[in-house]
Nanobody, 116 residues
Framework: QVQLVESGGGLVQPGGSLRLSCAAS????????MRWYRQAPGKERELVAA????????MYADSVKGRFTISRDNHKNTVYLQMNSLKPEDTAVYYC?????????WGKGTLVTVSS
């Protein structure tokens, strides 16, 4: 079965950096686009970044452009989110997502808190 396991969250000061990882299993990872979403307290879940199956194409929400970088390692079945210049408004639970055969799969998420 499809499994997505996020890691790398934590508490960081404004201006700091974190690297999130999402380990995937149960499907042919290199055949699918991958996405990172986030959900802040009291807000709807929003798409943060996406990457094509090959890694050749990426997209970012306007709020994170120039600060976040999505990447993948198809040999390790892992997708990453490098987050730099973090702001308090980046505080959220970050989720990894894949759509396989028209079904969305989600990890349990990893909490990122940006605070001084």
């Amino acid at each position: 079965q499809v499994q997505l396991v996020e890691s790398g969250g934590g508490l960081v000061q404004p201006g700091g950096s974190l690297r999130l990882s999402c380990a995937a299993s149960g499907f042919s990872f290199s055949d699918y686009a991958m996405r990172w979403y986030r959900q802040a307290p009291g807000k709807e879940r929003e798409l943060v970044a996406a990457i094509s199956w090959s890694g050749g194409s990426t997209m970012y929400a306007d709020s994170v452009k120039g600060r976040f970088t999505i990447s993948r390692d198809n040999h390790k079945n892992t997708v990453y989110l490098q987050m730099n210049s973090l702001k308090p408004e980046d505080t959220a639970v970050y989720y990894c997502n894949v759509n396989v055969n028209d079904m969305d799969y989600w990890g349990k998420g990893t909490l990122v808190t940006v605070s001084s």
